[in-house]
């Protein structure tokens, strides 16, 4: 298993991705550092979350633009797997690899906590083989931006298509659902191809030993054995 992790100036979370990777493959991944123009080839390209660029002039529209992720979008035009998480989902919604954008929260304040997701029943994408439909999975959230935009006719295409991949549901010990005001409760979407997946939750923070939860590393090791 071959997987790269990109790397941004401000970027706080590629070191947990990595040791959660290493963990499960027992093999570490390749840091690729925004500047090179250049990935050898891998199985999965993960675009990690924190803070690229210091999240100035629009989350994620800066690291869109390296040369590092110009070296993804032709891994992911040959049908090479990409997941984003946090800002990096907001890395991958600025490429226009996947559809719609993150604006700031409802309530205009920063959420840090656990929510839970259900993982939806409509969508197909090999990613999530290892997990059962209509599984909750229990992950935590960490952001400013967090919350999903789409045009309603985007909406419809990403119902119509399967490609809504997690949706927010409510838990009487992790409080209310939605936790960002995300339309629909989007938690996560796929692309059409069901290879590329952006979401708002760590599931690199969710790896049991301590984390309260290991359900991030059973989502992770579902997509693993989904692009090997």
């Known amino acids: 298993m071959r997987v790269a992790i990109l790397v941004f100036p401000g970027s706080n979370c590629d070191r947990d991705m990595m040791v959660a990777i290493e963990a499960i493959t ?3 991944p390749a840091l690729i550092w925004h500047k090179d123009s250049q990935i050898d080839p891998v199985d999965l390209i993960i675009v990690p979350g924190g803070f690229s660029f210091g999240d100035y002039l629009r989350c994620g529209a800066l690291a869109a633009r390296a040369p590092a992720v110009e ?6 035009s040959r049908g090479g797997a990409v997941l984003g998480v946090c800002n990096g989902f907001q890395i991958l919604l600025e490429t226009g690899l996947l559809p719609g954008t993150l604006i700031r929260n409802t309530g205009l304040k920063f959420v ?3 929510v839970n997701l259900q993982l939806q029943p409509e969508q197909s994408s090999p990613l999530f083989a290892a997990l059962q439909p209509n599984q909750t999975l ?4 960490a952001h400013n931006e967090g919350n999903y935009f789409a045009q309603e006719d985007e909406l419809d295409m990403l119902r119509q298509n399967g490609q809504i991949a997690f949706r927010y549901a409510a838990s009487p010990s992790f409080g209310p659902d939605n936790p960002n005001g995300a ?4 938690a996560g979407i796929v692309s059409g191809n069901g290879r590329i997946l952006g979401m708002m939750p760590h599931p690199e923070r969710a790896m049991g030993n301590g984390h309260n939860s290991a359900d991030g590393r059973a989502l992770l090791s579902s997509i693993l054995q989904g692009v090997a």
């Not at 070296?71 to 992911?76: E, G, I, K, S, V």
């Not at 229990?138 to 959230?141: A, D, E, F, L, T």
């Open 183 to 186: 339309s629909d409760d989007i």
């Open 71 to 76: 070296a993804m979008l032709d891994h992911a």
């Open 138 to 141: 229990n992950i935590p959230v």
């Open 26 to 28: 027992g093999r570490r």
């Open 112 to 114: 840090c906590r656990a």
